[in-house]
């Protein structure tokens, strides 16, 4: 036998209306301790993961609602009073308004849900909020997804949805143990994996990002931008975050054709180069020839659409577009990690018919800037045959200066190139190109900034070429008649270790070098290894299951297009069945009730039977009352069956000699 105890006994006593029928396993209209364990492990795995991305008081307040429940359910102590509760949600939502200036987007909205699961779970009572408090936690689990994709974030997700299934098993069956609500929350998780890995293949996929907001769906993302400084890229050479992976069809490249192309920068203020707006065209304005590379990239998100391609690509599909700054162009901005399957040819001539206006922008120099590099330039000008002489006296000048290659270079003033080239002589390769290209500027030779990056390391664990934010790189072009744009490093003046051998082999001092790359590190590097081309995998196969690959997946199987509608329209039947049938078995299902309830409902037919039918609103002191008036001689009697009924309802649990005590005293009742 289960009883519940109301909130008052008293005034449920004499509260019109009679008890409810229950099932034998009606969850309590309060939450219990081991729930509240359950409920509040879920709720904190949720958001503690957020707390990496939004507004610091936010998670902690979040937490600490969830701290304040916990204490409140640990000392037994009844919920905070609603008005406590109706004022801090709106501090909470005036807090969110004036973090943001508005609440709609993912992020605000993210925040808002934060807290009000905190505020919810301190207004927990019954069961529709334990399962309203896990809805939230399930969904901000799922809002983990909008901000991180990785494979690392799943397992927190994974063990949240986890803990938010047992803390349901919880409510359905409280009488279980705690082993046993985990064997079933796993049981329920594993029964849905065949679901979810069906939907997974078959769903149509949808290009984007998964929160689908445009206004803010895109936040901004480390790497090349299309201007630079001095220090703009030296302070990407502290990041090891993966620009780039690039699988080849046969061998990699050699370093020194390792040159991943970005953003061409022209216009150069004296201090700052700049890209400018480029034609674009379906086609190279070359004609690829020699070797080629081909290669599958699978470039992270960065927000612009240049494809950081091998040096000179080719046409490939899908499509991409060609610019004639020799750049390679996606559609649309890069905001999801995108794969392209390209093909290079590097001894491609490349601009050998170049526009004039083009040439006038790449000399173009402002006055009065870098004076002392002006005089340097036109003193190796003075006597050349042609601009590839004035090229190997820069070369042979910049050579004899000794400068240095350090990733913590001095701070520059206005004249930039004047005070690397002869003060400090110490810079990182965006001094090095930009000191040589104003110095074959000022000399009348086209000359242009390339930024983009060199080299990368292949990962031994699955072959891939890995390009990190420290392979970062500026180079230099210039164009001599007759041979078109031309790549010159000057940075390998300084540090041919560089371009073989990448940032650890050209940084003498170690101390400069990123964690990673450090030498007393390789046993950290192998596990990164092995981390990441597992990461690898799940990113290729899990995250990159785009549309078109699931139209290739479906066309190997045989489901390609015009025959997949019979078999999801099949699958989608047999579903609508399947859950037809278990629900039409759940109404099957006899209705267990408790002994109690049977045995009063007994007594009420009975006295039904005998003309003191019971209202339906009626509680049991009032028809005790009644019963007593209509049948005097056994007032009695009549009192002492409704009032045992009444205790035994909603008293304390008591043993079962007392329902049968009630039982017996109903069948032994005689009105006659």
Known sequence: MSAERPPRLGGL?????????????????????????????AAALAIAPHAVWLPGWVAALGLGLLAWRALLLWRGSRPPPRALLFALALAAAAGVRLEFGHFFGREPGVAVLVLLLGLKLLETRAARDIRAGVLLSLFLQLAIFFEDQSLPVAVPVLAGTLLALGALVAL??????????????????????????????????????????????????????????????????QSDEIALRAAFAGAPPPPAQRYWRGPVLTRFDGREWHAEAAAESFAPSYTPQGERIDYLITIEPHLRRWLLALEHPGPAQPPIRYTGDLRALAAEPLRARARFTLGAYPHTPVGMDEAPAVLAAATALPAESNPRSRRLAAELAVGARDHAEILERVLARL???????????????????????????????????????????????????????????????????????????????????????????PTALAAPERIDGGLAAALADAGELPFMLRADMAWLRGLRHRWEAVANLWNQHVLGYNPERQRELLARIGLGTGRLAPPLGALVATAVLLFAALYAWSLRRPHVRDPLTCTWERFCAKMAAAGAARPAWQGPQDYADELAARFPAHASELRGICMLYARLRYGPPAPEEQLRLLYNRIASLRLE
């Open 13 to 41: 006593l004499h509260r019109s209306g009679p008890p409810r029928r229950t099932r034998a396993a009606r969850p309590t209209p309060t939450l219990r301790r081991d729930q509240g364990v359950w409920l509040l492990a």
């Open 172 to 237: 359905a069956d409280p009488d279980g143990g705690e082993r046993e609500r985990l064997r079933t929350a796993a049981t329920l998780l594993a029964q849905g994996l065949p679901f979810m890995l069906i939907l997974f293949v078959l769903f149509p996929r949808i290009q984007g990002p998964l929160w689908g907001l445009p206004a803010d769906a895109f936040s901004a993302r480390t790497g090349l931008s299309d201007t630079m400084r001095p220090g703009s890229i030296s302070a990407l050479g």
């Open 399 to 489: 050579r004899a200066l000794r400068l240095g290659y350090t990733l913590r270079p001095p701070m520059l003033g206005r004249h930039a190139a004047d005070e690397f080239l002869f003060d400090t002589r110490r810079g990182f390769c965006e001094h090095f190109a930009s000191a040589f290209a104003v110095l074959m500027r000022a000399a009348g030779v086209p000359t242009r900034i390339v930024t983009g990056y060199q080299g990368g390391d292949i990962n031994p664990i699955d072959g891939q070429l890995v390009v990190r934010q420290s392979d970062a790189h500026a180079w230099a072009e210039v164009w001599l008649q007759g041979r078109g744009w031309l790549r010159v490093d």
